[in-house]
């Protein structure tokens, strides 16, 4: 590992030690295969990613990242509670989603560094794994079509959740629209 990359863990990671997973493989297994973006690959497949995961404990009240920070690797709840937020107008944080056991989220950092576009808070006593984008990059070059089908998930992923947000776009289009009208009705009354 290059001190530069070591250097960026160790900052990202508030200056604890990442370990390799080494002795606990099955239950690394368990949890990339009970996640989404990996329920469809072989068992050799999930040891080869198995060998890129790196694990973290937090604490409650901890942060993973926060927004606008550049984004370096993807994470997994292993065990615990994760709130994802954003900073509201009045400067409180609005939560947006909770993340439990199995659950992924930081997924466009593996693609490439933007900023955070949300902050990650411990809310239990937690345990992550995290795959980061160097990686990544290095396993494309050694196993290419792993790699490369590990890619194909980000970008399916992303298109989900792009959908998702349209949806709910246009959702909430109509409601204002429908809250446009009702005022119309009231001040013309």
Do not use: H
Request: charged share 30%; net charge negative.
């Amino acid at each position: 590992m290059s001190k530069a990359k070591r250097l960026f863990q160790d900052v990202l990671w508030d200056n604890k030690v990442l370990k390799i997973f080494a002795g606990s493989k099955s239950s690394v297994l368990d949890v990339l295969k009970s996640n989404p973006m990996f329920e469809d690959f072989s068992n050799s497949e999930l040891k080869a990613i198995a060998k890129i995961a790196y694990e973290r404990e937090y604490n409650p009240g901890e942060y993973v990242f926060l927004m606008g920070q550049p984004g370096a690797a993807m994470f997994i709840v292993f065990k615990g509670e994760i709130s994802i937020q954003r900073e509201g107008e009045n400067g409180s944080e609005i939560e947006l989603t909770k993340l439990k056991d199995g659950e992924t989220f930081g997924e466009l950092a593996l693609l490439d560094d933007s900023p955070r576009s949300a902050t990650a808070y411990v809310l239990k006593p937690t345990k992550l794994l995290a795959i980061f984008r160097e990686d990544l990059v290095n396993f494309l070059e050694v196993k290419p079509e792993l790699g490369g089908k590990i890619v194909k998930k980000l970008a399916v992923i992303t298109g989900y959740r792009l959908r998702m947000t349209n949806d709910l776009l246009i959702q909430k289009q109509a409601e204002l629209e429908k809250c446009r009208e009702e005022l119309l009705e009231i001040k013309n009354d």
